[in-house]
């Protein structure tokens, strides 16, 4: 920003300004003809209102395409089977250069998709640096590695993963592969004063059998722990060519050894040094049945409740979301429901679900479509353990692919917010963004995962439904919390597609209270012994000869023609007696005929309330 | 008009709001296959984020005392007179084709009516009271919404609605005009819904009392 010399004994002053473009949204900015107009004014002063205006010069120009595809994404279903969980401990201070804890972490496991044949698994290590947030000053490069080797295989090379991230530009993020003896350690002759990316290139694999990167940006993107402390991530996946059987040599025990590294930059050869630690895998077949996985099977079912604990629908005319919809179906309807699985079993852990559920038009259900359910929910507060989002995608009539998203924090979900207008499905709402939400989906689960025939009478309807569930930490809770809730669909015609449609979506209250299992939850209702508590019993008399005119007539002349039948029949009837009996009883038959016609008129006074 | 909670002692079953609306007026005055609406719109009076309006309709023929068929229409502020009688989407419709695109299916809302076989409403409101007049009768159609104990939200209730009810007398089901029972209007609180009293605090209640009277005797020694 100083002065800079120029030609004839000239000085110049330059300001340079940039912006990031991320690669998703490189179309919008690139192959494009621009008009740029610069001009400038020179102050006398700093707080001068006085200035030399410059001559504004418009030049034209071109910014060319974008050099760069990006590969389809993969919105194929998997399941993560994590076999090993670590974290080590040390002091920042020491280590890092910076006072505080830190803590690297390794998770190792096998990504599996047991049910379709053609989806191959594959293995991954995750890595996670926990520090405090002045480690990671944008430009820093973050060096997590580990090596493994088979415990009984004295032949074979050890294999290192290296998993490379820069902090503040995850789009850069890197792993590599290296097959060979030479050590990872910092100390390694072929690591010690070279640059991260000329270490060990003696020993690099070819890339056919290499670890690579995953789409999800969140892997690589550092994110605050908490105030004062941050995490850097890291994902390394390779794949395997179809699924992994019991003989796969894959499978046993690894020693292996973990580090980590922190260079200043890409040219710095002297980076801050975590220590090595050393630890053993066992790497065993994938699950193949996920409801081993995912659910409590060895709970007896008569210690196990399902209690549906919030249910809400809202319709909505079909018309407003699609408006090119002829059908005569004129409705459509969202629901969520929201639910406790409990058990009352020793080390079953309960769970809570959200099901959502679209209700609409069997003539507007399209193969392929992808269904974005989310959900937001917030205390008054916007409290961080009460404040989130999460999302079910699931692709209409592929229940494989189903995803789950989770956001912590007070994040915009609406379809107008700027971080999901133009966006795809899985780019929206960056910040706040976990990389492994604690929801997961029952995604095998076809009779809720498929599209059903609604059993509404009127119109033909389909049912999609998608549902996330979480294991709930005892005392995760408060008690009693009201959450006030949004929620919405939005379509999407592909996993490419950034416009989307969207149902109109809905506030609502969330009152909250922990529940645990009970024997009371598994009778079955009995509606006998009620108890009326009657509120409220108020009548409003009105009169009814102008409203009921011509009926009171009909039905006063009913009434007479019958009296006078009866007493007709009634005369007759005596007529005939008299003409068999004594005469001395004719005086109290009539008395009672006159009494009858009297009540019958009494009644004919029509008051009504 | 009567109104008022059915409580039940079990957990998993549900407690009930009940409504009943009944026309007391000569008994037999009108034939047994005449059709009887009987409708109450309620308002939200609350002054922060009111619940929508809605209204209840409840329908019978005036020989059938078993059978209450019940309509649940949802409105927004602007719909408030969507069921009154001089309604373009009431006048010149069979009683069931009233505000179609406001009316919600049985199957959406948790009102129900009463089924032919006595299930629904009829077993959770009480019986109405007999006409005080003589020669009248209470032509009664109750609908009951059902009230979960599990996941039941106390900002539900404690309620006050603006209630407008009245009633159209139809010839029969295929009929469009109709005689009009004038409007009525008055207010509910709705409360929260009563604790069921098991027998055991009924018995701890007469113990306390038994103690009570125990105390007041010795006193008076």
Not at chain 1, 81 to 91: K, P
Request: proline share 4%.
């Amino acid at each position: 920003m100083a002065l800079l010399p120029a030609t004839n004994s000239k000085s110049k002053q330059t300001c340079v300004a940039q912006v990031e473009v991320p690669p998703e949204e490189a179309e919008a900015f690139f192959d494009k003809d621009y008009a740029l107009t610069v001009g400038g004014r020179v102050y006398e002063a700093k707080d001068s209102t006085d200035f030399t205006e410059l001559a504004p010069l418009t030049v034209t120009y071109h910014i060319p395409a974008a050099d760069f595809t990006f590969a389809p994404f993969e919105d194929q279903t998997t399941d993560t089977q994590i076999l090993v969980e670590e974290s080590f401990y040390y002091g920042a201070e020491e280590y890092l250069g910076v006072a505080g804890e830190a803590k690297q972490s390794l998770f190792a496991g096998f990504e599996t998709q047991p049910y379709d044949d053609t989806a191959s698994d594959a293995l991954g290590f995750a890595f996670e640096l926990l520090a405090p947030t002045e480690v990671f000053t944008p430009g820093k490069v973050v060096y997590q590695w580990l090596t493994y080797a088979k415990a009984d295989d004295f032949k074979s090379n050890p294999a290192s993963v290296g998993c490379v991230t820069k902090v503040g530009n995850p789009f850069v993020a890197e792993v590599q592969t290296f097959n060979g003896t030479r050590p990872m350690s910092s100390e390694g002759s072929t690591v010690v004063n070279r640059t991260w990316d000329q270490q060990n290139v003696e020993d690099k694999a070819p890339k056919k059998d290499s670890f690579e990167i995953l789409q999800d940006l969140e892997w690589y993107e550092l994110y605050k722990e908490n105030d004062s402390e941050s995490v850097m991530p890291c994902f390394a996946k390779v794949m395997y060519d179809g699924k992994l059987d019991a003989t796969n040599p894959i499978f046993g025990v690894y020693n292996v050894t973990l580090g980590g590294r922190v260079y200043a930059n890409d040219s710095d050869t002297s980076p801050m040094t975590l220590p090595e630690q050393s630890l053993q895998i066992e790497f065993t077949q994938p699950e193949s049945d996920l409801s081993n996985v995912y659910e409590e099977k060895d709970v007896p079912e008569e210690k196990a409740a399902e209690v549906i604990y919030l249910d809400d629908k809202f319709r909505f005319k079909a018309l407003d979301v699609w408006p090119a919809h002829t059908g005569d179906e004129k409705f459509a309807w969202l629901r969520v429901r929201g639910g406790y699985k409990l058990y009352g079993t020793s080390g079953a852990e309960d769970r809570w679900f959200w099901n959502f559920g679209l209700e609409y038009p069997t003539a507007l259900v399209q193969q392929g479509e992808q269904l974005f359910f989310w959900l937001k929910y917030a205390d008054d507060a916007l409290s961080e353990d009460l404040t989130g989002a999460v999302a079910c995608k699931i692709e209409t009539g592929d229940n494989l692919k189903t995803a789950v998203s989770q956001w912590t924090g007070d994040v915009n979900m609406h379809a107008d917010s700027a971080d999901v207008v133009g966006k795809k499905w899985y780019k929206q709402n960056k910040l706040g963004k976990m990389s492994v939400p604690d929801y997961y989906a029952l995604f095998y689960k076809e009779d809720i995962f498929t599209v059903q025939e609604s059993p509404r009478t009127t119109g033909g309807y389909s049912v999609q439904q998608c549902e996330v569930e979480i294991k709930l930490p005892e005392g995760a809770t408060p008690d009693t919390v009201t959450l006030t809730m949004e929620t919405g669909v939005r379509f999407y015609a592909s996993n490419d597609a950034t416009t989307f449609l969207t149902t109109p979506e809905k506030e609502y209250d969330w009152y909250n209270e922990v529940m645990e299992f009970s024997n009371e939850l598994k009778e079955v209702a009995v509606y006998e012994d009620k108890q009326p508590t009657k509120a409220v019993e108020e009548a409003f008399e009105f009169d009814v000869t102008n409203i009921f005119g011509a009926a009171i007539a009909e039905f006063e002349a009913a009434q007479q023609a019958a009296a006078e039948a009866a007493a007709q029949a009634e005369a007759d009837a005596q007529a005939a007696a008299d003409a068999a009996a004594d005469s001395s009883d004719t005086a109290d038959a009539n008395g009672n005929m006159v009494a009858g016609m009297r009540s019958r008129q009494e009644a004919a006074t029509y008051s009504a309330s | 008009m009567e109104g008022g909670f059915a409580t039940y002692e079990q957990l998993v079953a549900s407690d009930y709001w009940y409504f009943s609306m009944s026309l007391d007026m000569t008994e037999g005055l009108l034939g047994d296959d005449k059709v009887l609406y009987q409708w109450a719109t309620l308002i939200d009076q609350a002054a922060d984020s009111p619940d929508a309006p809605f209204t209840i309709g409840c329908k019978r023929t005036f020989g059938d005392d078993g059978t209450a068929v019940m309509d649940f229409f949802a409105q927004d502020s602007t719909e408030l007179e969507a069921l009154y009688p001089d309604s373009a989407l009431v006048t010149g419709a069979v009683w069931s084709a009233q505000a179609p695109d406001l009316r919600y299916e049985d199957s959406d809302v948790a009102w129900v009516g009463t089924a032919a076989d006595g299930t629904g409403a009829a077993e959770h409101a009480p019986a109405v009271s007999a006409s005080a007049t003589e020669g009248n009768k209470k032509y009664t159609c109750s609908l009951a919404k059902e009230l979960s104990k599990i996941g039941r939200n106390p900002a539900d209730f404690e309620k006050t609605f603006a209630v407008k009810m009245g009633a159209r007398i139809y010839d029969d089901d295929s009929a469009t005009t109709f005689t009009t029972i004038p409007m009525s209007e008055t207010s509910y609180f709705l409360d929260q819904p009563p604790s069921y009293a098991t027998a055991a605090e009924g018995a701890y209640a007469l113990f306390v009392s038994s103690l009570a009277a125990l105390a007041i005797l010795l006193m008076a020694f």
